[in-house]
Structures are given as C-alpha cells and as structure tokens.
DNA sequence: TATTCTCGTGTGACCGGTCACGCAACGCGC
DNA sequence: GCGCGTTGCGTGACCGGTCACACGAGAATA
C-alpha cells in the first residue's frame, strides 16, 4: 500500500517495445528516434518522443552494447597516489569522454607489482572498454602494458603529453636546473621521485644532462616517494652530508618538505640554499617563500591525451590541436636567488 | 599473412558457446563454470577451464548485466574541483568497489547549476547504475537527489561520513575554534569555504556555535572557494580592516594562503596571528609554520561510504564498522600560540 | 496506366550471456 | 524389482537493444 506513493516501480523498466506499444508504432521505429537516424516523418517522430517521455524511457546500455559490440568505454589506469596532477588529468579526461559520447571506468593500482599491474588491466578489460588511458603511470606498467598487446588502443600519459612527447618533461627539468646555474649555483643536488615512475626517470634525467652540459658534476639523486615528508626527511639528511646551494626537487612537495628541513635547521632559502620544485601545484605560489617551479597543464594534457585516442578510436573531434599542452614552463618565485657564498 | 602473427585475432571475441564446443559440453555448463556454481564434477569444470584458458575466453559483462539486470556498477559523482580529499575518497571508494565485485563509473560536475547537475546523473543512470556516490557535493546538489528518487541507493559524503552523520564534521570545527579560545583568543575571524557546499557550511556553523557558547561575538565569515589563491586575497583584506589575533580557515589551502598575506604585510604566524586549517592534507605538516589544524580520515570515510552502500544492496561486507572514520581530531602545530596582546 | 523509385515503417534473427526447466544415470530403501 | 531423490548436465526461451531485409504507399517516370 504504501509502496503505491511511487507510481512508476511497476516491475522492471520500460523497455523499447513498451514504447512502441504506446506510441502505435514499431520496436524498430523506436529505436530509430533515439539513435534520431534515417528519415522519419516528424509527427512519428514525435509521438514516440512523447511516449519516451511519459514512460521515462532510458535506452539500455548493456543491451545496446551487447547489440553493437560497441561498448563506449573507455577504461583509466591511475597509480595508487592520488597526486594533485593525476586528479586533474582525470578530471579533464573525463569531460572529454563524455563530450564525445564515451563513459569512463576508472581503477587504481594497488602497487606497481606487475601480477597487480595486469590484475588491474584485467579488470578494465573485463568490461570490454574500448581504449585505455594510463595516467602517470610507473615504468614498470609500460613494459607490461606492450606485452599484453591489448586489442585497443593505448595512451600513456606521463603527466606530460603522452609517452611519446615526453621528452619535454626532461626539458623542463633542464630548463630548472639551467636557471640555478645561471643565478651562478654549482653544487646543485637533485630530489628525484620513486624509481619507477617515467616522469621521475625524465626529470632526473634532465637534472643530469643540463649538469653535464656546463660540466658541473651532478650528485647522485636522492630517490623519493613525491611526499612533503620524504622531502623533509631528506633534506635534513642532505643538509647535514652534503655542501650545496641549491635544489632541484622532482615535484613541489617534496621541495615543500625540503624547505621545512632548512629551516628546522636554522637555515633560509633562498638565502643560504636555493630550491626549485616541478609541477606548480596551485599551493606553490604561497608558499614561504614563494616556490620556483616548473609548470604543467594538467587539463590540457588530459584532454589532450582523451583526443588522441579519440582520433586512435575512428572518432573524429574538431580539435584545436594548436596548443601543444606538453609545453612547460619555468615558473621564477623567490626561492631561488644567486648563492651567497 | 604477417596477421597470422597474432594467433586469435579472428573476427570477434569467443563466447560461451566456442568455449563450450572446444570442451566439448553444453553452453550451461560453461556458464556455471565461470559462475562456480552448483555441483560439477571436477574434471567436467577442468575441461571447460582449460578450453577457456586455450581461447582466452573473457565473459561479456553487457551480456550478463542484459541477462541478470545487475550492471555491477557503482556512479560516482564528483565535484568539478578534484581536492586532495576528494581524490582521496574517490580512491578508496574504488578499492573497496572492486573488492565487492563491483566496477565504477565517475562523472564530474562541470558547475552546480540544477541542470548540470540534472544532466550528470542522467548520464550515470543511463549507464544503469546500483547505486549513487555523492562525493563531497555542493549543497545544491543534496535536494535535486531527493527530488529524483532515483530508484537506486544513493550515499552523499560531504568530505566527513554521510551526510547522515555530518554533525561530526560541526563538531571538527568548533574543536579548532574552541582551540584557539582556549589560548586566549577573543576576536576571531573565520574564512569559509564557497556557499554551497555542504562542509562548508558545517564547519561555519561549527565556528559560529563555538563562538556563541563562548559568549564572543563572531564575525560574518568570508567566502571563499578552498584555494590558496583566495586565502591569500581576503587576508590581504582582512589583514587591513579587522583587528583579530586568530583565523579559522575552512581548508588547510586557505589557511595557506592567508599565512601568506601574513607575511606579506610583515606580520608573522604565530607571533601577530594565529590560524587553523581543516583537513590536514599531507603538506600541512611542512608549512611554515607547521599548520595547526583538523584531521580526517578521507579514506576511512570513502571506504564506508562504499560500505554502507554495499549493504543498501544488500551485499555483505565483513566490515569491522568498529572504527568510525566519521572522528575528527584536532593536530596541534606551531601555526597558533596565545594572543600576544 | 503500368513500372520503377524513393520514403517510411515493420519483421525476424541475432548479440552473449542467464534462467527455468527437462532428463538420464545412479544410489538407496523397501 | 519398483519407486524415489540426487547428481550432473543439456535445451529452449529470454534480457533489450540493433541489423539486414521486406514491404506498402505514393511520386516520378515511361
């Protein structure tokens, strides 16, 4: 009895025939208006579409999909650390998927371990996506990514443009190192990122190429976990061992925690050391003091990354391809200064 | 020829029936196999296995959600702002979805107006989803969910439990007002979070109770929208019109901010004025000063979530629901001190 | 007026699973 | 020896769409 207050949980859903039937036309004719194709005189067209509306008719996807082989999925692999970059590649990879008609599913790696790695790939597959997009992935997912030779198509984004233009990523880490040695620093150390992630082993390289380019020799990376607290920890380790002016940290927080370390110690940056950071979280800029850093377009490499497998998909998408988002650029804040001694 | 490389790339995927041809059994039997259901006998299941590993044989999950009207799938939505919390949440929400067997799909709201909101989980229900999770949504968006009914189980989380039990997250607030008070503190400013969001409003609520059982009188809060960017803005304001000695901050990224318009005047943090946070992200430990502020568990709060709605599906979790993620603790760190005058 | 060509719409089969049965073979009690 | 309940497996229909094709009515053509 009370049950009747909700009028329309008759059972299951309306399906396309029980449209038909209330609109007095064919199943087929139904499913033509809501696919809107081929010619229908608009006064049928409009009697289903009424029907659809007093019914509240929702096409089923499963049956859609089961019908068409097409699953309009797209599947998203993201690391176990929800990083403010990986959060907004998401965010814009999202919007671009369901702009072009696609769903998303999305699911974490637990670890990096390879039996969790295709565990988790596994998963995606099972649900028959149509493309896979890996967000900032560890390097150990590649290998196992070109292993699998997955029927679908595959981006990879290494938090800069995909896998295959990541080699800005190392110029960005350049261009940071380049200006500490430009302000005149020699003795620069390098706070790297975990050893499995791509863009850590890029930007790492970068330190150690601009380094090598003004013949200045480069200091063994400290290999972190991107966190505030790796960054404190080494740094008061650093500061104790080692005798440099400046630093380059492999992502803001660990530059944030860096300079918590230098001033635990009694020391200031960017007076005694100079630090730069990458990613310019949107944090940095208030940072005390203000963090050098290089910046990312996480949006438009999400998007970017989405487009690509759009076009990967058959799918064509008037891009403004124009923009390059793979594009970084050095952010100069009062972190880092010309070294005093 | 060079196709041939690949040995199953032959037209479509395998299905049950293949499956069951190679082992020679009926298509059921299959089905019961892959389902480890009912009685087999052990060699019977070892065939059908074998023939599945031989073909690779993945079951098709829009056949069996047409069969069984059970998606498996879980609708996320999300705000268009991916905060360090609500990425967190999401996180363990999916962990604990595929844990149950359950697959996700996440839309993020592009603005908060009705329709868009409306639009969103239009587009989640289309996809047939079991149930809803609201993660950390605008106010608006609480009274358009009821308004739908929306036939399946939907789970709000406004950063702190369920919007059932948010009256924790008041309680989180005036605990860091009532700190602040305790150190002496009189004039007391609070900057909120944007006008509609659900915690927002709690925590102000939580500042302005406090205040009045203290018998001081609050001032009207300022609204913000969670960033740095903001916190730094109004304190700029704030700095040059009110005479306070300490400010509750909605989020640990205004807090931020504001101690950096601080010192932007010359002031310093604790010594001229003291400041809360709320939220405890993991940099908040390494500011400077180290931010004084309030702790919750983002992932202990998404996994109830998951939880709670699992069992409104009538699922059961052994869920040892003997921790409440739903307890906020107040850290104490060097950002507050007594008033100096 | 008969023929052909659209246009608009309907019919049957099918996508790949599951469900409700049906049925043979076997063990058991009497 | 018969009846009966289990165990182990197979058959047909169905879930809700789509696809390929058929078909009737009117317009265009002969």
Same mark, same amino acid.
């Given at each position: 009895m009370s049950d009747t207050d909700i009028p329309e949980t008759t059972g299951r859903a309306p399906s396309i025939r029980d449209v038909a039937r209330l609109a007095g036309v064919s199943y087929q004719t139904v499913s033509r208006v809501i696919n809107n194709s081929s010619a229908l005189r608009p006064e049928t067209a409009a009697k289903v579409r009424s029907a659809i509306a007093e019914l509240k008719f929702v096409p089923n996807q499963a049956a859609r999909a089961l019908a068409t082989s097409r699953s309009k999925l797209i599947g998203v692999l993201g690391p176990r650390t929800p990083t403010h970059g990986v959060a907004s590649m998401v965010q814009a990879i999202e919007s671009a998927a369901r702009a072009a008609g696609y769903r998303l599913t999305i699911t974490n790696l637990a670890t990096s371990a390879p039996d969790d790695v295709r565990s988790s790939i596994d998963h995606l597959m099972q649900q028959s996506i149509e493309g896979l997009i890996a967000v900032a992935p560890q390097t150990r997912v590649v290998p196992i990514l070109d292993e699998l030779k997955l029927p679908v198509p595959v981006q990879i984004v290494a938090s800069t443009g995909t896998a295959t233009s990541h080699n800005d990523q190392t110029a960005g880490a350049r261009a940071a190192v380049r200006h500490l040695i430009e302000l005149g620093h020699t003795r620069i150390l390098h706070i790297a990122? !975990?050893? =499995?992630?791509v863009e850590a082993d890029h930007r790492m390289r970068g330190y150690l190429a601009e380094m090598d380019a003004n013949d200045l020799s480069p200091r063994p990376p400290v290999l972190g976990d991107w966190t505030a607290q790796f960054g404190f920890e080494a740094g008061l380790e650093l500061l104790r061992t080692e005798d440099a002016t400046a630093v380059f940290a492999g992502n803001d927080h660990m530059a944030l925690g860096f300079m918590h370390a230098v001033r635990a110690i009694g020391r200031s940056v960017p007076e005694d050391i100079s630090v730069v950071g990458f990613d =310019?979280? !949107?944090?940095s800029a208030h940072l005390w003091p203000p963090l050098t850093t290089v910046r990312q377009d996480f949006v438009g490499i999400g998007t970017r990354a989405m487009t690509d497998l759009l076009a990967a998909l058959g799918e064509a998408t008037e891009e403004d391809s124009s923009s390059d988002p793979a594009q970084l650029r050095l952010i100069v804040r009062s972190s880092t200064a010309p070294p005093s001694r």
């Open positions: 990122g !975990p050893r =499995d992630w =310019d979280v !949107p944090e």
